[in-house]
């Protein structure tokens, strides 16, 4: 049978609920032979998922999603097969980290000006991750009883557009690809299908981006067949994944793309050959 991959899966150490180990116990259940950690600008997962990929005999793809401003659009970028230890791209994301976390402190002057009390410092602790988003903060109201539930935090007070959205520091795609670049890693869109990215398509190519994640359980199969033919009109690479943010999703979706395992060894040819 041919192996299959998940390139697409966040942990803990962002907004996902797994830690590393958790990861791979689902990945092990699922029938997953490779899988990509992905967390928002934050790599600090990745050296104990690699250190585990014997014990459950699952490859695991050191990666990150990464975000990036263009054109008032907000995007995500996948970087896989970096170097994690890289210090450009360690550079870049600890600007994005501060950047995040000093929007907590905006967010909460914000919120204070709409009646909800709360103090930024407990929701930077309550956070415990690098990458504070915007879930951990509304996670963080609820469970403390500030607001009755994640629907109203969003839609009245900091979803997108509403009074206490902030947004935060945020790269240029072209400067995010080049930190994925430095570190030896290859750049794709994540999830292209969304939010109309695609608009901003020739930025992304002129900026050197090289693949596409194609297979994304919210895109439609007509979204998909229209990507397929872009990435192969560029010659792109095509990648997929299920975007598991563990139970921070109605459902766990590890594994609801199962990319066959040739698209991972084309992704690997094509790092390898950077790295020569
Ligand atoms: P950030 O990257 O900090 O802006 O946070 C984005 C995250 O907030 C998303 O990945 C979602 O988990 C969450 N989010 C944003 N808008 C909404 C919404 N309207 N309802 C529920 N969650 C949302
Ligand atoms: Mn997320
Ligand atoms: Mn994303
Ligand atoms: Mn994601």
Redesign the pocket.
């Known amino acids: 049978m041919e192996k299959v991959a998940d390139l697409h899966i966040h942990t803990s150490f962002s ?1 996902g609920t797994f830690t590393p180990k958790e990861v791979m116990e689902h990945a092990s259940e699922r029938g997953l032979n490779c899988i990509a950690i992905t967390d ?1 600008d934050c790599i600090d997962a990745i050296p104990m998922a690699l250190s585990l990929q014997k014990d459950y005999n699952i490859e695991v793809v050191p990666g990150v999603e990464m ?1 990036a401003q263009e054109d008032d659009k907000e995007l995500h970028i996948l970087g896989y097969f970096i170097d994690y230890q890289n210090e450009e791209l360690n550079k870049a994301l600890k600007m994005i980290c501060h950047g ?1 976390e000093a929007r907590v402190y905006e967010m909460a002057d914000k919120l204070k000006q709409h009646g909800v009390n709360v103090d930024a410092g407990e929701i930077v602790k309550y956070a415990n991750s690098k990458a504070i ?3 951990h903060a509304a996670r963080y109201l609820v469970d403390k009883g500030y607001l009755p539930s ?1 629907k109203v935090v ?1 839609d009245k007070y900091i ?2 557009g509403r009074p206490c959205y902030v947004s935060c520091f945020k790269f240029s795609a072209s400067q995010v690809i080049d930190s994925i670049n430095s570190a030896g890693g290859v750049a794709i869109i994540a999830h292209p299908g969304l939010n109309n990215v695609m608009d901003i398509f020739p930025v992304l190519l002129k900026s050197g981006i090289e693949g596409l994640e194609v297979y994304y359980a919210e895109h439609k199969q007509s979204t998909v067949e229209k990507l397929l033919n872009i990435a192969q009109e560029h010659n792109l690479l095509i990648t997929g994944g299920s975007d598991c943010h563990g139970t921070n999703k109605k459902q766990v979706l590890m594994g609801n793309i199962k990319l066959p395992y040739q698209y991972v060894e084309r992704l690997k040819e094509h790092a390898n050959c950077k790295r020569k």
Do not use: I, K, V
């Open positions: 907004d928002h975000t995040r988003s915007r879930l994640l969003f979803g997108d």
